[in-house]
């Protein structure tokens, strides 16, 4: 059994910082993707940043200069590094893992964003 546990939201003024963390437990294959994504109130959710563990990234339009996602394939761990926050970041932030056919989420984390 995978568990994904988050950490690092919270409460943050307009262009300030959160980091985000996320940490996979469990039977993990070495070639996977760990992500980010994000759920607004009344709003699909929506891919924020991925990367896979030979450390490829693509990220939202959205978030691309503010964001940086990063791991730590020794602790199956993935962080997402947010700067320049806005009142539009404000949402659920969700831990994504892929492997093979197998997809796991975290159970979210509430980053608010006040302007």
């Known amino acids: 059994q995978v568990q994904l546990v988050e950490s690092g939201g919270g409460l943050v003024q307009t262009g300030g910082s959160l980091r985000l963390s996320c940490a996979a437990s469990?039977?993990?294959?070495?070639?996977?993707?760990m992500g980010w994504y994000r759920q607004a109130p009344g709003k699909q959710r929506e891919l924020v940043a991925r990367?896979?563990?030979?450390?490829?990234?693509n990220y939202a339009d959205s978030v691309k200069g503010r964001f940086t996602i990063s791991r730590d394939n020794a602790k199956n761990t993935v962080y997402l590094q947010m700067n320049s926050l806005k009142p539009e970041d404000t949402a659920v932030y969700y831990c994504n893992l892929v492997f093979i056919t197998q997809n796991y989420w975290g159970q979210g984390t509430q980053v608010t964003v006040s302007s």
């Open positions: 469990g039977s993990i294959f070495s070639i996977n993707v």
């Open positions: 990367i896979t563990n030979g450390g490829s990234t």
